[in-house]
């Protein structure tokens, strides 16, 4: 019996029965925007980015049975799972700094540069996050930092900020696509600078 043939239109099906090809399939498709995404977030960190590419596969692999198309495209949730994937190492990352800086602390005469070496990491993750999140209203950031930073459900949400569920989803979807219109100018003027 010949095997079903990975497609745009059945990778995603084949990877929640758990097919490596369709992982294969995802990683030559999605494989460079991922890598960006993480060395972007990672750069100060090269030894960590082959790790997080990892991690994210694993991630995909494990969680596909998540995946809504009707809420994102697939690009848009495999690049959500990279920047929080990477966002998790950075805080790890910074959580080892601190454990060896406490260890150090006794020879460190001057404490105020200790508190600012702790600060830098998250620092740099929630400008990251408020930069990626600027060209949303106010109160739409606040709906996106709920759902998917804090992992609040729409419901909770809704309730929080006295709005029904569906309006969550509506806004959240909205806001999606601003964020990726956002994300793809500020990449363009990247590259053009």
């Known amino acids: 019996m010949r095997k079903q043939s990975i497609t745009d239109e059945n990778y995603i099906e084949l990877l929640a029965k758990k097919d490596e090809r369709a992982l294969y399939y ?12 993480i060395r972007h977030l990672l750069q100060g ?15 995909v692999w494990e969680h596909i049975e998540d995946y809504n198309k009707d809420l994102c495209s697939f690009r848009g949730w495999i690049v959500a799972i990279a920047r929080y994937q990477s966002i998790d190492r950075l805080r790890r990352i910074g ?10 602390l006794d020879d460190v005469k001057d404490v105020q540069a200790v508190n600012d070496a702790f600060l830098n990491i998250e620092e740099t993750i929630d400008d990251e996050i408020n930069s990626m999140l600027e060209c949303l209203s106010p109160d739409d950031r606040e709906i996106f930092k ?9 419901r909770e949400v809704g309730k929080a900020l006295n709005i029904t569920e569906s309006n969550i989803y509506a806004r959240a979807s909205r806001g999606r696509k601003r964020l990726r219109v956002f994300l793809k100018n500020r990449k363009e003027n990247e590259y053009d600078g």
């Open 146 to 154: 709920r759902l998917y930073i804090e992992g609040e459900s729409a």
């Open 45 to 59: 960190f090269p030894d960590e980015q082959e790790e997080c590419f990892d991690d994210v596969l694993m991630k």
């Open 26 to 37: 995802v990683i030559e498709n999605y494989g460079g925007l991922v890598m960006s995404v």
């Open 95 to 104: 959580r080892e700094n601190e454990k060896r800086v406490i260890r150090a």
